[in-house]
Antibody
Framework: EVQLVESGGGLVKPGGSLRLSCAASGFTFSTYSMNWFRQTPGKGLEWVSSISTSSNYIDYADSVKGRFTTSRDDAKNSLYLQMNSLRAEDTAVYFC???????????WGQGTLVTVSS | SYDLTQPPSVSVSPGQTASIPCSGHKLGDKFISWYQQRPGQSPVLVIYDDNKRPSGIPERFSGSNSENTATLTISGTQAMDEADYYCQAWDTTTVVFGGGTKLTVL
């Protein structure tokens, strides 16, 4: 069974940092690109970042470019999101998701809440 | 940037057909996916590649995509279908979502 489990969320002050993790199981993690998404409370979904297999290609939404860094450790079946210079508008539930092999995302984690507030 | 537009809300009576539109420039040239999200839960893929259903998704869910509008159709809507629905596409290397539509079954 495919499982994605996020962790690392919490309360952080503006300007602070946080590192999210996504532990994957039930599939060959190294053969899939992976993605981070976020959802502001009561609002819609927003793509944050994508990382290709072997970390050859990493892309970010303009709203986080230069502040967030995505990485992966295939030996640990894990995906990471390092978030620096956090702002109030980064407050959201962050999800990791696996692409289906096409242009959709067939498995999502349960999400981890990040709250940026003084 | 590429925009996908959805109505904020759609209402349907139980047993009737619900149609949720998603519009975008030349949307028919892209593949559209649809996600269902119930309160407090993660998104669930219900339609991919415009009109394909993943394993385990009921047959009452269907999709279409032509010209500038994609549509998610739920036939014989049930109370359990009440949720937020999001359309999704790719714009070159960026994933784009519609703003979401709250489906109310009443």
């Amino acid at each position: 069974e495919v499982q994605l489990v996020e962790s690392g969320g919490g309360l952080v002050k503006p300007g602070g940092s946080l590192r999210l993790s996504c532990a994957a199981s039930g599939f060959t993690f190294s053969t899939y690109s992976m993605n981070w998404f976020r959802q502001t409370p009561g609002k819609g979904l927003e793509w944050v970042s994508s990382i290709s297999t072997s970390s050859n290609y990493i892309d970010y939404a303009d709203s986080v470019k230069g502040r967030f860094t995505t990485s992966r450790d295939d030996a640990k079946n894990s995906l990471y999101l390092q978030m620096n210079s956090l702002r109030a508008e980064d407050t959201a539930v962050y999800f990791c998701a696996r692409p289906s092999g096409g242009e959709s995302f067939d498995y999502w984690g349960q999400g981890t809440l990040v709250t940026v507030s003084s | 940037s590429y925009d996908l537009t959805q109505p904020p809300s759609v209402s349907v009576s139980p047993g009737q057909t619900a149609s949720i539109p998603c519009s975008g420039h030349k949307l028919g040239d892209k593949f559209i996916s649809w996600y269902q999200q119930r309160p407090g839960q993660s998104p669930v893929l219900v339609i991919y590649d415009d009109n394909k259903r993943p394993s385990g998704i009921p047959e009452r869910f269907s999709g279409s995509n032509s010209e500038n509008t994609a549509t998610l159709t739920i036939s014989g809507t049930q109370a359990m279908d009440e949720a937020d629905y999001y359309c999704q596409a790719w714009d070159t290397t960026t994933v784009v979502f519609g703003g979401g539509t709250k489906l109310t079954v009443l």
